[in-house]
C-alpha cells in the first residue's frame, strides 16, 4: 500500500489533483488515528472531532501544489504538524472567546518514554517548540515527526535523511530541553 501512496503523492506533487482524490481513501483510517490520538491529549469534552480535525487537515492540504512528496512518513509528517497547527490556533481561538480561559491540559508523559506526570498545556508546547525550532532546527523537526507524527526513529531518520543514530540522539537532547522548558513555564 505505502509504494502505491507514494506513487499519489507524488503525483499529486506534480499537479494531477486526481491524484489527490484516489490518495484520501488510501490515508484516511491513518489519518483518524492520527487525530484520535491527537485529541486524547485534549481535555475529555473537547469539541473538535477527529473526523472534524481530519476534514480541516484535508482541506488545508487541497490548496497545496507543487511539493515536492518523497514518501508516506513525509505526508503523515506533515498531516501531524498541520493538526497540531489546527489545535493551537483552536485552543488560541477558545482562549480569545472566553477571555482567560483555561489552558488545555497534555502531560508530559504523552512525549514518549519522558516519565514525569507534570501537567502542561499546548500553547506551552507550542510556545517551546517554537523556541526550539530557532535554537535546534533539525531537533524540532524530530520532535514533530516523533511525538505528532507518530514516526519510529527509523521512519524519522527517513524523512530528514539522517542516521537512526543521531536521531536517537537528537531525540534524547531535544526530550530533555523541553522537559526543561516546560517545567520552567510552569514555574512562572
Do not use: C
Amino acid at each position: 500500500m505505502s509504494i502505491g501512496v507514494t506513487r499519489l503523492l507524488k503525483d499529486w506533487g506534480q499537479g494531477d489533483k486526481e491524484a489527490l482524490n484516489q490518495l484520501l481513501p488510501l490515508v484516511y483510517n491513518e489519518l483518524r488515528y492520527l487525530a484520535i490520538n491527537r485529541l486524547k491529549q485534549e481535555r475529555p469534552n473537547h469539541s473538535l472531532q477527529p473526523t472534524a480535525l481530519v476534514n480541516e487537515v484535508y482541506l488545508r492540504l487541497v490548496d497545496w501544489k507543487e511539493v515536492d512528496w518523497k514518501n508516506r512518513a513525509q505526508f503523515f509528517a506533515v498531516a501531524a504538524q498541520l493538526m497540531r497547527n489546527i489545535l493551537v490556533d483552536y485552543v488560541r481561538n477558545q482562549l480569545a472567546a472566553k477571555r482567560g480561559g483555561e489552558r488545555t491540559k497534555l502531560y508530559i508523559s504523552d512525549l514518549p518514554e519522558i516519565i514525569a506526570q507534570q501537567p502542561l498545556d499546548l500553547l506551552a508546547l507550542n510556545e517551546a517548540l517554537i523556541s526550539l525550532s530557532v535554537i535546534d532546527p533539525q531537533q524540532h523537526k524530530i520532535v514533530e515527526l516523533r511525538y505528532f507524527a507518530g514516526l519510529t526513529i527509523e521512519e524519522t531518520a527517513l524523512v530528514l535523511e539522517l542516521s537512526p543514530t543521531t536521531v536517537k540522539r537528537e531525540w534524547n537532547i531535544a526530550r530533555a530541553w523541553l522537559l526543561r522548558e516546560l517545567t520552567n513555564q510552569e514555574a512562572l
